[in-house]
C-alpha cells in the first residue's frame, strides 16, 4: 500500500462528494462558534428557513467581547451585549450547545475545544476563526472559515474545499531551557514567512515536537495560521490519548477503546511524502520576540533589528521600513531593555494552565515594574479555576499583576481592554499587526517567560537571565 | 450571489505589502451583527485620523478612488484573521475585483462566496499595473471572466488562474449553499455510511 499521511487518511474519509473540476463537499465532524462571526450566519440561514443539520455536532461559546473585569458586567458596550443577546437567543432557538457567560465551562473557543474533550484525533473541525488551526494538535483536521461558510456547515454540516497541498515541518534536537513552543513557533514563520504556509496544511514531526506536552503542541498548531497555512497538525500519540481520557466528551468505556483502536491508525507512514519539507533543529533556538507589524517580522531577543538597506527585494523592503515607522523603531536596534508599557499574558495561544505556570515561575516573590501594567487572562473558567487552586492568582496579584476572567482580551481589543496609542506591550498573543490591541498600539510577540520577565523589568528582558524553579 | 463576467472599471492602487484583515476592517467594528454600513469601516485606521477626519493622502480619500471597482494592492493580501466583514467592507465601498500576486487562503475563500473577484498575476504585470496607475491615475482595466484576462488600457491582456467552479460561480452567480443543499442525500448517505448518526461516532 502507498504510505499516507495523517492529512491524508482525515482528508479522505471526510469526502462526502467528489465531482470533477469541484471542490470536494467536505463533512465537518465539530463545528464551533462563537459570538462575533456567527450572527450574520445564523440571520441568513432564518431568512432561508433552514435550520442546523447537526445540533449535537456544533457547540457555542461568547469569548471575544466578554470583559475580563467582573466589573464588567451587565455589559455596557450595546453591541457587544447584543451579540450576546443573539447568541443566546440563536443557540436556544436552533438547540446548540451554548457555553454562555454564567458556565463555568466558558472560555476561549480554542481552549475549551481541547480541555473538555470534544477535540478529538482524526476530526474534521472547523470555526469562523482562523486560530481554529489550533485544534490540529490532536492530529485533527481543524481550519478557520468566514461567516459565509459557518451558515454552510449550520445548514449542511459540510463546507466545499479544494485539497491543499501539504507541508512537514520536522523539528529535530531538544529546545534549550527558558526556549518554549511559542519561540519555535515564532522562529518557523520568521524563516518561512506569514505567506510560507498559503495553499498548504503543515504536520509537524520529529523528536522535539513528540517531546511537547499536548498544551505546547496547541501553542504551535495554533500560530500555524501566522505562516498563511490552512491547519497545522501533529499525529496524535499518548501524550494525546493521555490528555483526552475521561475529559467531559470524550468517548468513555466500550467507545474509548473503539476510538483509540482507530486513533492509532492516523499517524502518517513511513515513507510518505509531503509536497514540501521544511527543518529546523530545536537545540538551536533561542527566545524569539517580534520587532515589526506581522508575526514573521521576529528575531531572538537578543538580536539587532535588521536595516531595510540590506533587503534586496523591494516589496520587503517596504514593508520592513513601514513596520519600523508604525513601531517607532530604527535599524540595528536592539530590543532587550526596551521600555514596555503593558505585558498581556493570555489568548488562545498562551493562555493555558502551562502558560501561566511559566509567568508565575517568573513572577514568584518578585515585583512587577511600576512602569509596566500587567494583565493575566486565563483562557477559559477551567484554566482560571486551576490556577487559584494551585495558588497562581496570589503570585500573580502580589508581583503587582492584575488576574482576569477568561475571554480573548487584549489579543483582539474587542472587549474594553486595550492599549494606548503609541503604547508598546509584550503580549503572548498571536498577531502584532497595526492596531491589533487597539489603535496606535505596538505589539511585541513572545513566551509567557519572555513576557513575565519583561514585565518585572519594564523593559524586553530575557528569562533565562532570572534564577527560576522549575514549573 | 451576483454574477460577474466582465467589467471596465477604474482601479486605484495600494501599494502596501501583507495587508491583514485587520487593517481592511479593525476588530472593533466587528461588534455589528449585520452587513450594513459595512464600507465605512473600510480601512478605517488608514482613512481617518484620531479624530475621524478623513485623512487627504489615503489614496480611498481621493477623488480617483471615486467609481473605482478593482483594487490593485501588494504581495499576500488578505492575510490573518477569517472575518468576512474585510470582504464586506470592499464590497459595500464598490470592489468588484481585488489584483495581488497572492491572496490568503482564507481571506480568498470569502471573497469567492460575496463575488468578490481575486485575480492573482504574476509579479511582473504586477509592477507594471503599479506603474500605469502612478503614470495614468484613472486608468482603467477590462476583467473577462470567461476568458480570465485582465486587459491594460493599451490593448494588452494578463491571464489569470480561476478554478474551474469559481469560473462558473462568477459567470452565472452561483450560490455555494444552494449547491451544497442540492447533495443533501450524498450527505445523508455518507452520514449513515460512517455512523454519524450519533454524537459517539
Redesign the interface.
Known amino acids: 500500500m502507498t504510505p499516507r499521511t495523517l492529512f491524508d487518511r482525515i482528508w479522505s474519509r471526510h469526502v462526502v462528494v467528489q465531482e470533477p473540476q469541484s471542490p470536494a463537499v467536505l463533512y465537518v465532524d465539530l463545528h464551533l462558534v462563537h459570538e462575533v462571526t456567527s450572527p450574520q450566519a445564523f440571520q441568513d440561514l432564518c431568512a432561508r428557513g433552514l435550520k442546523v443539520r447537526r445540533p449535537d455536532k456544533t457547540f457555542a461559546t461568547i469569548d471575544h467581547i466578554v470583559p475580563t473585569d467582573r466589573r464588567g458586567f451587565p455589559i455596557a458596550d450595546a453591541q457587544a451585549a447584543e451579540q450576546v443577546r443573539q447568541i443566546e437567543t440563536n443557540c436556544r432557538a436552533c438547540g446548540v450547545q451554548l457555553f454562555g457567560l454564567d458556565d463555568p465551562r466558558r472560555g476561549i473557543v480554542h481552549v475549551i475545544g481541547p480541555e473538555l474533550g470534544l477535540t478529538q484525533p482524526g476530526m474534521t473541525i472547523v470555526c469562523g476563526d482562523s486560530h481554529t488551526a489550533t485544534h490540529g494538535a490532536f492530529g485533527a483536521l481543524a481550519f478557520g472559515v468566514g461567516t459565509s461558510q459557518v451558515e454552510h456547515v449550520l445548514a449542511t454540516q459540510c463546507l466545499l474545499q479544494y485539497k491543499p497541498k501539504t507541508m512537514q515541518v520536522r523539528v529535530d534536537g531538544t529546545l534549550p531551557r527558558g526556549v518554549t513552543a511559542k519561540d519555535l513557533v515564532l522562529a518557523l514563520i520568521a524563516q518561512i514567512g506569514i505567506g510560507g504556509g498559503t495553499g498548504s496544511v503543515i504536520e509537524y514531526a520529529g523528536a522535539a515536537i513528540r517531546a511537547l506536552s499536548m498544551e505546547a503542541r496547541l501553542t504551535i498548531c495554533n500560530m500555524t495560521i501566522e505562516a498563511g497555512a490552512r491547519a497545522g497538525m501533529i499525529a496524535p500519540d499518548d501524550t494525546t490519548f493521555e490528555y483526552l481520557a475521561g475529559r467531559e466528551f470524550a468517548p468513555k468505556g466500550a467507545a474509548w477503546d473503539a476510538a483509540l483502536a482507530h486513533w492509532k491508525t492516523l499517524p502518517t507512514d513511513d515513507g510518505a511524502t509531503f509536497d514540501e519539507t521544511v527543518s529546523l533543529d530545536a537545540s538551536a533556538l533561542e527566545p524569539m520576540i517580534t520587532f515589526g507589524t506581522n508575526p514573521g517580522m521576529g528575531m531572538p531577543i537578543a538580536g539587532r533589528i535588521p536595516d531595510p538597506a540590506t533587503i534586496s527585494d523591494a516589496s520587503q523592503k517596504h514593508a520592513l521600513t513601514k513596520a519600523l515607522a508604525y513601531m517607532n523603531l530604527q535599524p540595528g536596534q536592539a530590543l532587550l531593555g526596551h521600555p514596555i508599557d503593558v505585558a498581556f499574558i493570555g489568548s488562545c495561544t498562551n493562555g493555558r494552565l502551562s502558560d501561566l505556570r511559566a509567568a508565575a515561575a517568573v513572577l514568584k516573590s518578585r515585583h512587577v515594574s511600576p512602569r509596566t501594567r500587567v494583565l493575566v487572562v486565563p483562557g477559559s473558567q477551567q484554566v482560571k479555576r486551576q490556577a487559584e487552586q494551585e495558588g497562581l492568582h496570589e503570585i500573580f496579584r502580589a508581583a503587582g499583576a492584575e488576574w482576569r476572567e477568561p475571554g480573548c482580551s487584549l489579543c483582539i481589543a474587542m472587549n474594553g481592554d486595550s492599549l494606548e496609542p503609541g503604547q508598546y506591550c509584550i503580549s503572548t498573543s498571536n498577531r502584532n499587526f497595526e492596531g491589533r490591541q487597539g489603535k496606535g498600539g505596538r505589539t511585541f510577540l513572545g513566551s509567557p517567560l519572555t513576557a513575565a520577565a519583561s514585565a518585572l523589568a519594564g523593559a524586553v528582558a530575557d528569562a533565562r537571565e532570572f534564577s527560576i524553579a522549575d514549573f | 450571489m451576483n454574477p460577474l463576467k466582465t467589467l471596465t472599471a477604474r482601479v486605484v492602487a495600494l501599494?502596501?505589502?501583507?495587508v491583514?484583515t485587520?487593517?481592511i476592517t479593525?476588530?472593533?467594528f466587528?461588534?455589528?451583527?449585520?452587513?450594513a454600513g459595512m464600507d465605512n469601516y473600510l480601512f478605517a485606521?488608514w482613512r481617518y485620523d484620531?479624530a475621524g477626519n478623513a485623512r487627504p493622502d489615503f489614496v480611498l480619500n481621493q477623488p480617483r478612488a471615486q467609481g473605482a471597482q478593482i483594487l490593485l494592492a501588494?504581495?499576500?493580501f488578505g492575510?490573518?484573521?477569517?472575518?468576512?466583514h474585510a470582504?464586506w467592507a470592499l464590497t459595500a465601498f464598490g470592489f468588484r475585483a481585488v489584483i495581488s500576486t497572492?491572496f490568503?487562503?482564507?481571506f480568498r475563500?470569502?471573497a469567492l462566496?460575496?463575488g468578490l473577484l481575486t485575480i492573482v498575476v504574476d509579479k511582473a504585470s504586477h509592477r507594471d499595473l503599479f506603474d500605469l496607475v502612478a503614470e495614468i491615475p484613472d486608468a482603467q482595466l477590462t476583467i473577462d471572466v470567461a476568458a480570465q484576462t485582465l486587459t491594460l488600457p493599451d490593448g494588452r491582456a494578463v491571464n489569470f488562474p480561476l478554478?474551474?467552479?469559481a469560473r462558473t460561480c462568477f459567470l452565472e452567480g452561483v450560490d455555494?449553499?444552494g449547491?451544497?443543499?442540492a447533495?443533501?442525500d450524498?450527505?445523508s448517505q455518507?452520514?449513515r455510511n460512517?455512523q454519524?448518526g450519533?454524537?459517539?461516532?
Open positions: 501599494p502596501n505589502e501583507n491583514d485587520d487593517q479593525p476588530a472593533r466587528l461588534k455589528v451583527t449585520d452587513k485606521d484620531a501588494g504581495d499576500n492575510c490573518g484573521s477569517s472575518r468576512e470582504v497572492s490568503a487562503d482564507i475563500n470569502n462566496k460575496n478554478d474551474p467552479f455555494e449553499l449547491y451544497l443543499l447533495r443533501r450524498a450527505i455518507y452520514e460512517t454519524h450519533t454524537r459517539e461516532a
